[in-house]
């Protein structure tokens, strides 16, 4: 069965305290893999695509990388700005849809 | 930068009663979409749109759903007797592409549906 898994759930963080969001995936066939940031009572708003296995993808203080079977979204020194949730997807090879995770839920403490 | 546009952002209406929820995707975009999220849960596929006709559906979009797009700017979600469970925020999303390349779609902002 297809699946993608967020972990943590919650991460609370003091400013300026790196992390690293994982996003774990099942599919049969991988076509791109996600980011969004998603603020309470928002849409989604996109960070980044990852293609293939070994790809990075920055931004900002965020940093996005790839393997055969997870993702990891890599925050540094985070500020207050950065609490969000954010989703992981998947666009699996014969689907025209993503697939999301349930998120992580990123709080960083002043 | 081009926006999806969703109103109403929030609408309760009573169990048994139909509800259209409006989209304007963005201008030069082909593909539509419409996802859900029950508070505190993933985001979950509806339903993809494409040269007027829908082109994928999941399971949760069954015979008390339909989707139109009357005009060349709106796209709309009919929900025909709302049960309970529908309650959720509704999010229209748009491409320029089927292969989600670059950007992924576009969200709108939503529209928090409450059966009561």
């Not at chain 2, 994928?56 to 709302?82: A, C, H, M, Y």
């Amino acid at each position: 069965e297809d699946q993608v898994t967020q972990s943590p759930e919650a991460l609370r963080l003091q400013e300026g305290e790196s992390s690293s969001l994982n996003c774990s995936y099942t599919v049969s066939g991988l076509r791109g893999l996600f980011w969004y940031r998603q603020d309470p009572g928002k849409g989604p708003e996109f960070l980044f695509t990852l293609y293939s296995a070994g790809e990075e993808k920055e931004k900002e203080r965020l940093k996005a990388t790839l393997t055969k079977k997870e993702s990891f979204l890599h925050i540094t020194a985070p500020k207050p700005e950065d609490s969000a949730t954010y989703l992981c997807a998947v666009h699996q090879t014969g689907a025209n849809n993503l697939f999301f995770g349930t998120g992580t839920r990123l709080t960083v403490i002043p | 930068e081009p926006e999806v546009t969703q109103t109403p952002s929030h609408q309760v209406t009573q169990m048994g009663q139909e509800v259209i929820l409006r989209c304007v995707p963005i201008s030069n975009h082909l593909y539509f979409y419409w996802y859900r999220q029950i508070l505190g849960q993933k985001v979950e596929f509806l339903v993809s749109f494409y040269n007027n006709e829908i082109s994928e559906k999941s399971e949760i979009f069954d015979d008390q759903f339909s989707v139109e797009r009357p005009d060349g700017s709106n796209f709309t979600l009919k929900i025909r007797s709302t049960k309970l469970e529908d309650s959720a925020m509704y999010f229209c999303a748009s491409s320029s592409s089927s292969y989600l390349g670059r950007g992924g779609y576009t969200f709108g902002s939503g529209t928090r549906l409450t059966v009561v």
